[in-house]
């Protein structure tokens, strides 16, 4: 089995050797095994199902939310001579029969579905009808209630192994939690399946967070800063933020463009296209966008409001660097995040179990955002895994100053108790911090705060200092933030230890914004200068190919097998068939075109 499998790897793939538990996976898939995989973005998880595809007789059909990328997909796979197709809502009929017709008649290696199709009476007749490889469900965290990106007709899945027990299933994830796992497992019908877990380490990416200031201008200075021309991702909570940031980045001379799920079919996808298609392109986006983007070039990818949960921070921040170069994860938070992300939860129809899982998915990503440790440490903890301080995050690289808070964390608490002890009131945070920093405005007068005890006992700290002691202290739990009861604070279990003195706070030192320490460098910086020219041309060569075959350039070619012919300058087909991510097909259709762009670069030369 390994050997067939190894044989497709080189000479459709042109890769010489798998990666990881790659092989262990396929060898599992294709002896007739279910398997459930964990792998990060850019680890090779296609791979995984579509070598057992070519290896096994039959169809392999992909279960895929990404119906937006399936087109891409498929071009990408026929570009390597595997004949593949989709069945999606996209196509009118007649294009949907003519991918019938050919599942039927056996002349395809792979189909792509999405779940809602898959599930219609026709497509589950026409299935019985053909011969089939495998089930691959791919983004299988949808199936869980307790992920970060629920599908509800995920759920009917599990059908797959009551109708066809014999055909091997693998369902395959970049995030999931031990808990989500186990879900996955048992909704798909996987409980006896082995579990494959790669490591959730994404070294290439640098992880930096910010609080939250003017952040748009934040934003475009990080942009300038760091990643001027480079392909971006900007992720936003609402649609009008999307639109206003897209707009604002246009206007500074930056090739933005908004997507989101207002926008018509049509502009969504030529947007998209647009972003996969071109380079320096900024897509500012809900949520809605990205999963599962195959783009290998993404070199940032930034936040202007705080994500819902660590998990979807992981696979949002994941869509950079998928080609293993150097890559940025960007955030800007703020106080106000944290009530409003609470807020939806509070008014979400989930039932209280629910919404207190929401709840701890918010504080563990605030509590990722005010650490004082290694970012990559704590964001891999949470998928039990553990880690050496990365050394490529902004606590790493500028270890942030602690102190002890003890006593002004006992002022903020006290403040608080005082509200709801002596007047049986609750306020939110500019409220308290104006009583604490002694601040006659109309409201603290109107409520007669300033004969508080409290009245202005942190009127030697600023406002954005309490504030971020706030912050801090809602991560560490000692204040809990009333999202029914429009963002007041409240005092909880553990405030009492710390009011009483019988527990310290270490707390973080506001301090002014970090300039983005990155590591990255450019492609073009780790050629070598004789390389460097020759290496454009071929980018010019390839771009100009994949506008004549209507696909994205990197499906074409990545950047890491350009840049290796470009230090090799192979001669011959034979020497250039050597070079990673160059199989028989791309050889073939490829190959002398390649050769001649390198001898007209040399020629040039001379």
Excluded at 242 to 254: H, K, P, R
Excluded at 258 to 284: C, I, K, W
Aim: glycine share 6%; hydrophobic share 40%; net charge negative.
């Amino acid at each position: 089995m390994s050997d067939t499998a190894l044989q497709v790897l080189q000479q459709v793939f042109g890769y010489d050797a798998f990666r990881g538990e790659q092989q262990a996976i396929i060898d599992q898939v294709v002896a007739g095994g279910d398997a459930l995989v964990l792998m990060p973005t850019g680890g090779g998880k296609s791979l995984c199902y579509q070598i057992p595809a070519l290896v096994r007789d039959g169809t392999g059909i992909v279960v895929s939310p990404l119906i937006a990328l399936m087109q891409d997909q498929v071009d990408a796979l026929t570009e390597l001579g595997v004949k593949a197709a989709y069945l999606n809502s996209s196509q009118d009929w007649q294009e949907a029969r003519a991918v019938e017709r050919r599942f039927l008649q056996g002349e395809l290696d792979l189909l792509y579905v999405a779940p809602e199709r898959l599930l219609t009476d026709r497509c589950l007749d026409m299935l019985a009808r053909g011969k089939l490889a495998l089930f691959a469900i791919d983004e299988a965290h949808c199936v869980s209630q307790w992920g970060h990106d629920f599908r509800p007709e995920y759920l009917g899945l599990s059908f797959l192994a009551e109708r066809w027990p014999t055909v091997p299933r693998l369902a395959l994830t970049a995030t999931a939690t031990a808990e989500t796992r186990q879900e996955i497992a048992q909704r798909l019908s996987l409980t006896e399946a082995p579990h494959f877990v790669a490591s959730f380490d994404r070294p290439n990416i640098s992880y930096y967070i910010v609080e939250k200031t003017e952040v748009r201008k934040q934003l475009l200075h990080f942009i300038q800063k760091n990643h001027s021309g480079d392909c971006g991702i900007v992720y936003c909570l609402s649609r009008n933020r999307v639109e206003e940031t897209a707009e604002f980045l246009q206007s500074q001379g930056i090739h933005a463009l908004p997507y989101h799920a207002g926008l018509s079919t049509q502009q969504r996808a030529a947007n998209q296209n647009r972003f996969l298609r071109e380079d320096g392109v900024v897509m500012v986006a809900t949520i809605a966008f990205g999963m599962g983007v195959n783009k290998p070039d993404v070199r940032f990818v930034a936040h202007i409001d705080l994500p819902k949960s660590i998990e979807g921070y992981y696979q949002e921040t994941g869509r950079a660097g998928r080609d293993g170069e150097p890559a940025t994860a960007w955030l800007a938070y703020g106080l106000q995040d944290v009530v409003q992300l609470q807020r939806m939860v509070a008014e979400s129809l989930g039932d209280a179990t629910h919404q207190r899982n929401q709840a701890r998915k918010i504080e563990a990503m605030l509590g990722l955002c005010e650490t004082v440790s290694c970012r990559r440490q704590l964001l891999l903890d949470y998928f039990g895994q553990q880690l050496e301080p990365c050394g490529n995050c902004d606590t790493c690289l500028n270890p942030p100053e602690t102190w002890d808070g003890t006593v002004v964390a006992q002022k903020l608490l006290s403040a608080i108790y005082r509200l709801w002890r002596e007047r049986g009131q609750s306020f939110g945070a500019a409220h308290v911090i104006d009583i604490l920093r002694g601040k006659d405005t109309e409201r603290v007068k109107s409520y007669d705060h300033h004969s508080l005890s409290v009245f202005g006992i942190g009127a030697d700290l600023s406002v954005k200092e309490w504030r971020s002691i706030l912050r801090q202290l809602i991560a560490h739990k000692l204040i809990w933030v009333q999202p029914e009861n429009f963002g007041t604070l409240s005092l909880t279990e553990q405030s009492r230890a710390v009011l009483k003195g019988e527990q310290t706070v270490l707390l973080r030192k506001a301090e002014p914004q970090q300039t983005v320490a990155s590591q990255r460098r450019s492609v073009d910086e780790q050629l070598p200068p004789e390389a460097q020219a020759c290496f454009e041309r071929l980018r010019e060569w390839r771009t100009q190919t994949a506008k004549q075959h209507e696909v994205p350039p990197y499906i074409i070619f990545n950047n890491a097998t350009l840049k290796e012919v470009a230090l090799l300058r192979p001669a011959t087909l034979n020497e250039l068939g050597r070079i990673s991510g160059i199989g028989a097909r791309k050889l073939e259709a490829y190959g002398n075109a390649l050769l001649a762009c390198l001898d007209q670069y040399e020629q040039a030369l001379v």
